[in-house]
Structures are given as structure tokens and as C-alpha cells.
């Protein structure tokens, strides 16, 4: 078993440490966050660090990389007030990778990587048509991480769409059915296999498998 | 399509709103967070919050719930400065689940729940000998998130375990033969099955699959 100190780490080479510390969270949720600048242009880009906040009220969180380079889905964001979180599926991970290439403000990585927008209601963002959950989200506050620069970003839910046959009676969904895609780093997609649903975990008594 | 707006969301029932929510993120990853308090009790808990933040220097992050009620993880990190974040594999994502249950402090959920720990060097908390991916790491920074009084913990990797075999040429792991599982929402588990590894997206070039 290898084993790297802090020292071996930081001295790796750069797409070696990059491929190799993106990877050991382990499987990791793969979203489009969808924006839109205050000059019109619908932006959309890929996520791998979507996390549930809070039920309620109903809150979302994601990392968003340092600032160093022009971030399209930080200052629409801002400017907006608004964004959108698409889940990706197996069916569209390719098209929803190469929104991660770097288009330039005032192009619409909608068109150029092949997905569809759309307005639901008067919710000033665009949804991604091809997604099978579509969240709709108002900012709520952000934090500067001290050590790196990034930012956690915080959105209330104020619009939810799902397909009426994936919810089950206890409102639990079913991802397989949803083809709901998992990101490896920054790179490789994975379908799941859904293994088993289990109760709520008590002292001293053996677990539940539910279904 | 069911279209549910914030204020539909905020009436429903508790558990149906705590599935549905958490749930909508999509597949999540499956880490144990282990740690010791000063009175040399050790804890591991169950997380699906871990998160990337960075890779120079090498971070990690992962959200903690309210302190309404005692978070022994939590005080642990407060009190020791460090924690481990071990990888949940499908083999042993049974006992992984079980440690979610009210344990009292003065417990250990590594024995309870079935999983060995093990001291690595001079790391003064326990990895899990039964993760494939083994990670120390020093509590860095905390952000407590208004809106619910979440709150987001940072560590920096100081010791990173793994085997040989699964990293590749160019620090790339294989996931699949970790045995890596992904969580959905509280309660359901999934193995990965890998569709495909991509390269850098590029404007105007289309989107090249590696392996």
C-alpha cells in the first residue's frame, strides 16, 4: 500500500495530483448548473461537488473554484440573483462533459454542447430540457474558503420538477429509474447499480433492508 | 410532471420532505468519518457530504449538521484537530450504515457496528481497516452557513492510503475495482458501473473518451 505524506503530495506533478486527490472522495453527483448573465446569455457548466444542505427549508450547496480566471456561473449568479441545478443523466454525460470546456462570456454552452433550454414559469433561469430533475434556486449566501480560495455556494429551493413516476409514497426517488449519472474526479462517469434501501439505524438492533 | 414550489415543499409532510430532499442531489459519496475525543473514546459516523475542495494545498470538506444535538464528530475534531475520512465500500456498506444510530459518547462505533480500527504511524486518530481509500487529515476552518446552521468543515490530507494497484501511470484510481459505493439521499446505496473516462473538454474540438 502506498502511502503519501502531506510533503509527497504537494511535490507530485501537477495532472498527477490533480487525477489523483479529485478521485479519493470516491463517487460524486453530477449536475449542470444553469445561470444567466444580466446581458442575456445562458451559461451552463458541469458540477461534481453538488451537496444537499438542508430539507427545511430546502437548501443546496455546491464548491465553485477560485477566481482567478473569469467564472461565468459565479458572476451570473450575482448579477442574477438565480441558477439552476440539472442532474445529469447517462444518456447526456458526454454532452453535459463538454460543457467544462472554457467558451468564452457571450456564448451559450446550451447550444454549443447540444442541450436544450427552457422557462418554466417566470423563473429568470433556464432549466436543461434533457435533465430528469430540475431545480430551480434562489442564492442565499456564500463562503470564502480561507485556505484555497474556493467558495461554497448556497441556494434555497423555490422550484422542484421530477417525473410523477419515480416518486414513491414516501417521497423517496428512484435514481436508477431516473438514469441519474456519478462523477469520478473530474473525468469519468459511472451509471449505479442499485444495491438496497435501508431503515433508519438504531442502537443495539440489526439493520433493515426496506426494499 | 409534479412541479413543486418552495412553499409546496415547506408543507410537506417531515419524512416524505426528508426523502424527497435529500434524495435530489443525485448519487452521493459514501465516506466514515472517524475521530477521538480527548477522553480517548473513538467515533466513526457516516457521511454523504464529502466533498473535493481543493488539490494544492491537498483539501477536503464535508457538511455537518446543526448542533441541537451533541455531534460527537464534531467535538472530536474541535477537541483532537484531526479526523480520518475512509471510504465506505459496497462490502462493508451495511455496518456503514449502522454507525448512523444514536450512539452515546463513550461508545465506540467501531465496535459496535462491526469495523476495525487501526492506528497508522503517529496519526492520533483511527483509519478503518476495512476502506479501501484511507485519509488523515487537520482540521483546517469552519463556516457556519446561516440559513440553517449547517455547517461546512475543512481539513487538510496530511496522510493518504491506498492500494498500489488500483492507481494508474498518470494518478488516475479505478473506482470499480475499489469497490467504491455511492449513497443516495439517508438511506440507499449503489455500486458504480463505469461508462467511460474523458479528456479535457476543448472549444470546438469534440469530446475525446480515453478508456
Same mark, same amino acid.
Do not use: W
Given at each position: 500500500?502506498?502511502?503519501?505524506?502531506?510533503?509527497? $503530495? !504537494?511535490?507530485?506533478?501537477?495532472?498527477?495530483? !490533480?487525477?489523483? *486527490?479529485? @478521485? =479519493?472522495?470516491?463517487?460524486?453527483?453530477?449536475? $449542470?448548473?444553469?445561470?444567466?448573465?444580466?446581458?442575456?446569455?445562458?451559461?451552463?457548466?458541469? &458540477?461534481?461537488?453538488?451537496?444537499?444542505?438542508?430539507?427545511?427549508?430546502?437548501?443546496?450547496? &455546491?464548491i465553485l473554484r477560485p477566481?482567478?480566471?473569469?467564472?461565468?456561473?459565479?458572476?451570473? *449568479?450575482?448579477?442574477?440573483?438565480?441558477?439552476? =441545478?440539472?442532474?445529469?443523466?447517462?444518456?447526456?454525460? %458526454?454532452?453535459?462533459?463538454?460543457?467544462?470546456?472554457?467558451?468564452?462570456?457571450?456564448?451559450?454552452? &446550451?447550444?454549443?454542447?447540444?442541450? @436544450?433550454? *427552457?422557462?418554466?414559469? +417566470?423563473?429568470?433561469?433556464? &432549466?436543461?430540457?434533457?435533465?430528469? *430533475? %430540475? =431545480?430551480?434556486?434562489?442564492?442565499?449566501?456564500?463562503?470564502?474558503i480561507?485556505?484555497n480560495n474556493t467558495r $461554497?455556494? !448556497?441556494?434555497?429551493?423555490?422550484?422542484?420538477?421530477?417525473?410523477?413516476?419515480?416518486?414513491?409514497? +414516501?417521497?423517496?426517488? +428512484?435514481?436508477?429509474?431516473?438514469?441519474?449519472?456519478?462523477?469520478?474526479?473530474?473525468?469519468?462517469?459511472?451509471?449505479?447499480?442499485?444495491?438496497?434501501?435501508?431503515?433508519?439505524?438504531?442502537? @443495539?438492533?440489526?439493520? @433493515?433492508?426496506? +426494499?
Open positions: 500500500m502506498p502511502k503519501f505524506e502531506f510533503e509527497d $503530495l !504537494i511535490k507530485l506533478e501537477k495532472y498527477y495530483k !490533480i487525477a489523483l *486527490i479529485n @478521485k =479519493i472522495a470516491g463517487l460524486k453527483s453530477a449536475n $449542470l448548473i444553469g445561470t444567466k448573465s444580466n446581458s442575456g446569455t445562458s451559461n451552463l457548466a458541469i &458540477f461534481n461537488s453538488v451537496v444537499h444542505i438542508g430539507a427545511t427549508p430546502p437548501l443546496m450547496g &455546491f477566481l482567478t480566471v473569469d467564472r461565468h456561473t459565479y458572476s451570473n *449568479i450575482k448579477e442574477n440573483g438565480h441558477f439552476t =441545478i440539472n442532474q445529469v443523466t447517462t444518456a447526456i454525460h %458526454q454532452k453535459a462533459h463538454q460543457t467544462s470546456a472554457k467558451y468564452d462570456q457571450g456564448v451559450s454552452e &446550451f447550444e454549443e454542447c447540444g442541450l @436544450k433550454e *427552457i422557462y418554466i414559469d +417566470d423563473f429568470p433561469v433556464p &432549466f436543461v430540457v434533457e435533465s430528469n *430533475i %430540475q =431545480i430551480g434556486l434562489s442564492f442565499q449566501e456564500e463562503h470564502l480561507a485556505a $461554497l455556494m !448556497i441556494g434555497r429551493i423555490e422550484k422542484l420538477i421530477l417525473p410523477d413516476e419515480v416518486i414513491k409514497e +414516501d417521497g423517496d426517488i +428512484d435514481l436508477v429509474a431516473l438514469d441519474t449519472a456519478a462523477i469520478g474526479g473530474l473525468d469519468t462517469y459511472y451509471a449505479a447499480k442499485r444495491i438496497g434501501r435501508y431503515g433508519y439505524a438504531r442502537v @443495539k438492533e440489526a439493520i @433493515k433492508k426496506l +426494499d
